[in-house]
T-cell receptor
Framework: NAGVTQTPKFQVLKTGQSMTLQCAQDMNHEYMSWYRQDPGMGLRLIHYSVGAGITDQGEVPNGYNVSRSTTEDFPLRLLSAAPSQTSVYFC?????????????FGPGTRLTVT | SQQGEEDPQALSIQEGENATMNCSYKTSINNLQWYRQNSGRGLVHLILIRSNEREKHSGRLRVTLDTSKKSSSLLITASRAADTASYFCATDDSSYKLIFGSGTRLLVRP
């Protein structure tokens, strides 16, 4: 199993540009989530999904969109990038609820917005 | 809002010593988890302790939970250079939302 994969690893955007961060898992996990991690801080939940076709907002959803058309994929879209979105983005998945099951994290995407 | 907060923010110890880091949280929880993050990598799950448990062991890890004080501690015994990483506690805001603390950066000197 590849586990949770994320592409790209690094990305530089100009303010106002849009892009999609890709996340895929091959463990047949129902729950997937996106976090952002700013320097010296913990992770903050952006959006999550409990299954194909179902998404919901986390702690910091503004400026981001998600969709879940398949169990395997959970892309994160930045509609109009802003410097405040400079961060490292992690995708994670788990079999059921993350409160009672360990989450598996991808390697992260380091995004810089200039 | 940050639920779990780790203490200390940074810890430097000699190889072979024990490392203790603490986590405090504000509201009642069902479970508390600890994760490790090596520099530049994703998080790796270490251990989950349920609210009705007081202590749990996994290899060189020992986790305690005191729900009356809303706090947890992670003890790493006989530390190794490979234990150098950041350690985060995570509490459940709901079944589908975990809240992570800001982490403890552990440096184990050879």
């Amino acid at each position: 199993n590849a586990g949770v994969t994320q592409t790209p690893k690094f990305q530089v955007l100009k303010t106002g540009q849009s892009m999609t961060l890709q996340c895929a898992q091959d463990m047949n996990h129902e729950y997937m989530s996106w976090y952002r991690q700013d320097p010296g801080m913990g992770l903050r939940l952006i959006h999550y999904s409990v299954g194909a076709g179902i998404t919901d907002q986390g702690e910091v959803p503004n400026g981001y969109n998600v969709s879940r058309s398949t169990t395997e994929d959970f892309p994160l879209r930045l509609l109009s990038a802003a410097p405040s979105q400079t961060s490292v983005y992690f995708c994670a998945s788990t079999r059921l609820a993350p409160s009672s099951h360990e989450q598996y994290f991808g390697p992260g995407t380091r995004l810089t917005v200039t | 809002s940050q639920q779990g907060e780790e203490d200390p923010q940074a810890l430097s110890i000699q190889e072979g010593e024990n490392a203790t880091m603490n986590c405090s949280y504000k509201t009642s929880i069902n479970n508390l988890q600890w994760y490790r993050q090596n520099s530049g990598r994703g998080l790796v799950h270490l251990i989950l302790i349920r609210s009705n448990e007081r202590e749990k062991h996994s290899g060189r890890l020992r986790v305690t939970l005191d729900t009356s004080k809303k706090s947890s501690s992670l003890l790493i015994t006989a530390s190794r250079a490979a234990d150098t990483a950041s350690y985060f506690c995570a509490t459940d805001d709901s079944s589908y939302k975990l809240i992570f603390g800001s982490g403890t950066r552990l440096l184990v000197r050879p």
